[in-house]
């Protein structure tokens, strides 16, 4: 007696079905998350700045200006200065999901999270800590 030897698919010299849905739920996966991680590089700001620029006061709390990337104190200071006053636009819903721009400083997108915040164009940044007065 012959025996029988495998599947349907097989016979026919294909896959089965479940092998087809897991092939392409995978394809599918790492497709997303391919693209999730080149939008994120594409927005993803440097490093904060470790240099000490200065600082200025802004209802009662004082904002601490860092620089990096080669931009300058003066013109870390007041691109800061102009995003903590609201001179920047912003683009977004909400602070979550927003980044702001400023008109007087062409190219950068700045972001802000809680007591902190970054303005950057390529790898030139400013960024700010608020410090709290007693």
Not at 52 to 81: L, P, T
Request: proline share 3%; net charge positive.
């Amino acid at each position: 007696m012959q025996r029988l030897q495998g599947s349907i698919a097989n016979r026919r010299g294909g896959r089965d079905p479940w092998h087809r849905r897991f092939s392409l739920t995978l394809a599918l996966i790492a497709t997303t998350a391919l693209c999730a991680w080149a939008a994120a590089g594409a927005f993803a700001a440097p490093a904060f700045p470790k240099h000490v620029c200065g600082n200025f006061f802004r209802s009662g709390q004082d904002f601490i200006v860092y620089n990096g990337g080669g931009i300058q104190c003066g013109k870390a200071k007041r691109m800061i200065e102009d995003f903590v006053h609201g001179k920047a636009t912003q683009h977004g819903t909400s602070d979550a999901d927003s980044y702001w721009t400023i008109e007087a400083f062409p190219g950068f997108k700045c972001t802000q999270a809680m007591g902190e915040g970054q303005c950057f164009k390529g790898n030139k940044i400013a960024g700010y800590l608020v410090k709290g007065i007693g």
